[in-house]
């Protein structure tokens, strides 16, 4: 898909919005960005980061623009922190920002900003197209290039006093933090679950080949197990910000392992050429391959000990 398309499409999905985390049906909402996933990982990244804003904007009483496409921009750096400064009746954003996916296809985003304090400010960003620039030049894989993943330069962006969502630190201090932190590893296992319908398709008879499609098959039965049951788990729990911190740490750690296997059996069982040769797959393994070091690995599993640990004394 070109960018214009996977804009096309995600607007297309409006009509049907994806149920919120811990409304009652967040293991439907988990399936669906499974699906989008299985679909085409980049039309699953740019969807989930606007479903995600979508999230936040009610979890703080606020509706989205009619139409936009939104995304979230939150990546950190310690030494490139966004400024919020008064502006009249209201604030102005400058600074740069690293990792903004969606950047000049997005109409919205919600942005990180870290002084005067941590805050989230909604930006309208066509309405100030003149204040902002991007460049993808950092960027230099192929994978994930339709979502335009930019280095953003803000020149002192207006935005409307309310723009600001919650106070200093709520962003990352409210349950819904770690509830959509479960949205991208519903991406992951969706992307994976596109390997298996790739061996599927290519099935042969030889016991190696049959070996990995059953390993493959029995890691994809699990990524939606643990889906569906982190998904009853938040619904069950709403509110409960230690309990979903632990939660999120291990669904991305489950899924970021057996999404791993099944990177690792697809060229073991058919050698190169769905690598080399297939180019939905070569992308596919690429974009996922990169997808899943959002799962930040032993730091995660660092912080799941330590979140553990508490609930075992």
Same mark, same amino acid.
């Not at 596919?284 to 990169?290: I, P, T, W």
């Given at each position: 898909?070109?960018?214009?398309?996977?804009?096309?499409?995600?607007?297309?999905?409006?009509?049907?919005?994806?149920?919120?985390?811990?409304?009652?049906?967040?293991?439907?909402?988990?399936?669906?960005?499974?699906?989008?996933?299985?679909?085409?990982?980049?039309?699953?990244?740019?969807?989930?980061?606007?479903?995600?804003?979508?999230?936040?904007?009610?979890?703080?009483?606020?509706?989205?623009?009619?139409?936009?496409?939104?995304?979230?921009?939150? /990546?950190?750096?310690?030494?490139?922190?966004?400024?919020?400064?008064?502006?009249?009746?209201?604030?102005?954003?400058?600074?740069?920002?690293?990792?903004?996916?969606?950047?000049?296809?997005?109409?919205?985003?919600?942005?990180? =900003?870290?002084?005067?304090?941590?805050?989230?400010?909604?930006?309208?960003?066509?309405?100030?197209?003149?204040?902002?620039?991007?460049?993808?030049?950092?960027?230099?894989?192929?994978?994930?290039?339709?979502?335009?993943?930019?280095?953003?330069?803000?020149?002192?962006?207006?935005?409307?006093?309310?723009? =600001?969502?919650?106070?200093?630190?709520?962003?990352?201090?409210?349950?819904?933090?770690?509830?959509?932190?479960?949205?991208?590893?519903?991406?992951?296992?969706?992307?994976?679950?596109?390997?298996?319908?790739?061996?599927?398709?290519? /099935?042969?008879?030889?016991?190696?080949?049959?070996?990995?499609?059953?390993?493959?098959?029995?890691?994809?039965?699990?990524?939606?197990?643990?889906?569906?049951?982190?998904?009853?788990?938040?619904?069950?729990?709403?509110?409960?910000?230690?309990?979903?911190?632990?939660?999120?740490?291990? =669904?991305?750690?489950?899924?970021?392992?057996?999404?791993?296997?099944?990177?690792?059996?697809?060229?073991?069982?058919?050698?190169?050429?769905?690598?080399?040769?297939?180019?939905?797959? /070569?992308?596919?393994?690429?974009?996922?391959?990169?997808?899943?070091?959002?799962?930040?690995?032993?730091?995660?599993?660092?912080?799941?000990?330590?979140?553990?640990?508490?609930?075992?004394?």
């Amino acid at each position: 898909m070109t960018a214009h398309e996977l804009c096309q499409s995600l607007r297309a999905s409006f009509s049907d919005p994806l149920p919120l985390p811990a409304g009652g049906q967040t293991p439907l909402r988990h399936q669906r960005l499974m699906e989008l996933g299985r679909q085409n990982l980049s039309l699953a990244r740019l969807a989930e980061a606007h479903w995600d804003a979508v999230a936040i904007l009610a979890e703080a009483g606020r509706e989205p623009a009619p139409g936009a496409i939104c995304g979230v921009w939150a /990546s950190e750096k310690p030494d490139m922190a966004l400024r919020l400064e008064r502006a009249g009746n209201g604030y102005s954003v400058t600074g740069q920002k690293l990792f903004c996916t969606g950047a000049g296809l997005v109409d919205r985003a919600l942005v990180t =900003v870290g002084s005067p304090a941590s805050l989230l400010v909604e930006v309208d960003l066509r309405s100030n197209a003149g204040q902002w620039e991007w460049n993808t030049g950092d960027w230099k894989t192929g994978a994930f290039a339709e979502t335009q993943t930019a280095r953003v330069q803000f020149h002192g962006v207006r935005v409307e006093a309310d723009a =600001v969502l919650g106070d200093d630190g709520w962003y990352v201090h409210r349950p819904g933090f770690w509830h959509g932190a479960c949205g991208p590893a519903s991406c992951w296992a969706g992307g994976a679950a596109g390997l298996l319908d790739y061996a599927l398709r290519n /099935s042969r008879a030889d016991a190696h080949t049959l070996a990995h499609l059953g390993a493959m098959h029995a890691d994809a039965w699990a990524l939606s197990a643990f889906l569906q049951r982190a998904g009853e788990e938040i619904d069950a729990m709403p509110g409960d910000y230690a309990g979903g911190c632990v939660r999120a740490l291990t =669904v991305r750690h489950l899924v970021e392992q057996a999404a791993t296997d099944m990177l690792r059996r697809l060229p073991r069982a058919y050698g190169p050429y769905p690598l080399a040769m297939d180019a939905g797959m /070569s992308r596919r393994c690429q974009e996922l391959d990169l997808y899943l070091r959002q799962c930040h690995a032993e730091r995660d599993l660092e912080a799941l000990g330590r979140g553990v640990r508490p609930m075992r004394d």
